[in-house]
């Protein structure tokens, strides 16, 4: 099988080109000037004519968790819908996270999220392992994963105690096995001790609603455990951390702070963070705001009183900034959705109850292209952080995040001249009765979409399949400094 998609321009970390691809079976053979493949496009089997189209790596989103069990339920995504919906938005490679709690066998747990994804998947998908009780199995188990099962990167919790937390010298301890075999260690970086004070409290006084659940997880305790996980990072021997889902622009100074030091310091940011506001979403009458809690929380427009060193722009400002300065590396979704029926609902009465998690992993790439409408970011760099440097972060690249001859043809052909309305009764595809972004126009749209040289996404159609989707095993970072 081959394919030429003629006429569109190319976008890479360094530029917007017009050039032609020529894909042949499941990988990119040669990127040529227009017309340059006009000889071949008769034996082709399949011309995609991208004129007047941007032509970008598939998207890779680095942190979604399907099935996950967590609050009392599971989220509601399967490998199945969800790598489908990614697909839709332009996503064709999933790093979801496997799963191993204190008392539990890492092995074990990593081998049910193989049961869970193998045969499922629309898109390729490759594996973090949340390590929720470090001990000596777990650490041994480390090594193992890194050096024969293609995982390079473990999660770890200052947060949530009594599920998957972790105390300092824990945290300790997993840094240097990590630091003896070069993986990445991922942090949630809140200190979830003093949340869980303030959470008691607000309860004691009453306070239940959605919005108590930003106001319990205030951001300085957010930069305080990024500071502290820092610290420990270093003290573990320089081993490369990466702070998950950052939220605030305190908790963005530390990175900042550490990476001016030289430090291998990385943090993500997501959508809602860099768009959604308190205010506007878990700030809503009623229940409704639990459609918005999530663990960081979605923050106040303008920064906390008690916010130190800030720039005046509201931490979303911050955000936006740190991802043009690179102080913020990726941006990635947390996708964990779960229904608002019988799931967020386990929370009437108590926000601390309802299930923590947004889903939005058929979205990313078109609210982040949104920034680049909005200004706030170019096109290169857009590519840069969805696609590229999720790729380089987490040991995949060059076969996945760009567009060159011998990489796998993810391939996405992006509208920017037409828009995309999100909404339950609009585009939406994840496995959830709401959509965190219902009634947004986006400008651009998905057009086609490719994985490894199959269109799963064109027309308006998903013309994928179950199963067509492979486990990508991961080597170390490529993007230390
Ligand atoms: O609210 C969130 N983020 N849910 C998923 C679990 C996690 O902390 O990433
Ligand atoms: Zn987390
Ligand atoms: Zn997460």
């Known amino acids: 099988m081959t394919t030429l998609i003629k006429n569109g321009k190319v976008i890479s970390t360094t530029g917007v ?5 020529l894909i042949d079976g499941e990988a990119i053979v040669a990127l040529g000037a ?4 006009a000889g071949a496009e008769q034996g082709a089997d399949t011309v995609i004519d ?5 032509v970008i790596p598939g998207g890779i989103d680095v942190h979604t968790h399907m099935e996950l069990p967590f609050g009392g339920t599971f989220a509601s995504d399967t490998f199945e819908t969800g790598s489908r919906a990614a697909a839709w938005g332009g996503t ?7 799963v191993q709690r204190a008392g539990e066998n890492v092995f074990e747990g990593l081998a049910e999220w193989h049961r869970k994804a193998d045969g499922n998947c629309a898109i390729d998908y490759g594996f973090h392992q949340i390590i929720g009780g470090v001990d000596d199995e777990s650490l041994k188990a480390m090594k193992y994963l890194t050096e024969h099962e293609g995982i390079s990167s473990f999660k770890l919790f200052m947060a949530y105690p009594g599920v998957f937390y972790s105390d300092d010298g824990q945290i300790l301890r997993a840094m240097q096995t990590a630091a003896d075999c070069g993986a990445m260690i991922m942090m949630h970086a809140e200190n979830g001790i003093a949340i869980d004070v303030l959470v008691q409290q607000a309860l004691a006084r009453g306070e239940t609603d959605p919005r108590y659940h930003s106001y319990t997880r205030p951001s300085p305790l957010e930069a305080e455990a990024t500071h502290r996980a820092i610290v420990l990072s270093h003290v573990a021997g320089n081993v490369p951390l990466y702070i998950v889902h950052m939220s605030a622009g305190d908790a963005l100074n530390e990175v900042a702070a550490a990476r001016h030091h030289g430090r291998n310091v990385f943090a993500e940011t997501c959508p809602q963070y860099l768009w959604l506001t308190l205010e506007e979403t878990l700030g809503r009458p009623g229940f409704e705001g639990a459609k918005w809690v999530c663990s960081t929380p979605v923050r106040s427009k303008d920064h906390d009183p008690d916010y130190i060193g800030q720039m005046g722009h509201g931490h979303q400002g911050d955000l936006w900034k740190g ?3 690179n102080e913020l590396a990726i941006v990635s979704t947390d996708h964990c959705p779960f229904c608002m029926k019988d799931q967020k609902e386990l929370g ?10 947004i889903g939005g992993v058929e979205h990313r790439m078109e609210l982040l292209y949104q920034g680049v409408v909005a200004g706030e970011m170019s096109l290169e760099r857009w590519v840069e952080t969805c696609c590229t440097t999720p790729a380089r972060m987490f040991g995949m690249y060059p076969k996945k995040g760009v567009i060159a001859p011998g990489s796998d043809a993810d391939v996405v052909v992006w509208d920017p001249n037409t828009k995309t309305k999100i909404g339950i009764n609009d585009k939406h595809h994840m496995n959830m009765d709401h959509s965190a972004w219902e009634g947004w126009v986006i400008d ?5 979409v490719m994985s490894r040289g199959t269109v799963v996404i064109e027309a308006d159609q998903y013309v994928g399949r179950k199963g067509h989707g492979r486990y990508v095993p991961r080597g170390l970072s490529q993007y230390l400094v």
């Open 17 to 21: 080109i017009a050039q032609d691809v």
């Open 34 to 37: 227009p017309g340059y493949f």
């Open 50 to 54: 991208a004129a007047g189209k941007y």
């Open 92 to 98: 064709t490679t999933i790093v979801d996270m496997a």
């Open 323 to 325: 991802l043009r300065m």
């Open 348 to 357: 009437i009465g108590n926000f601390a109850a309802i299930p923590n998690g």
């Open 444 to 448: 651009g749209k998905v057009d086609t």
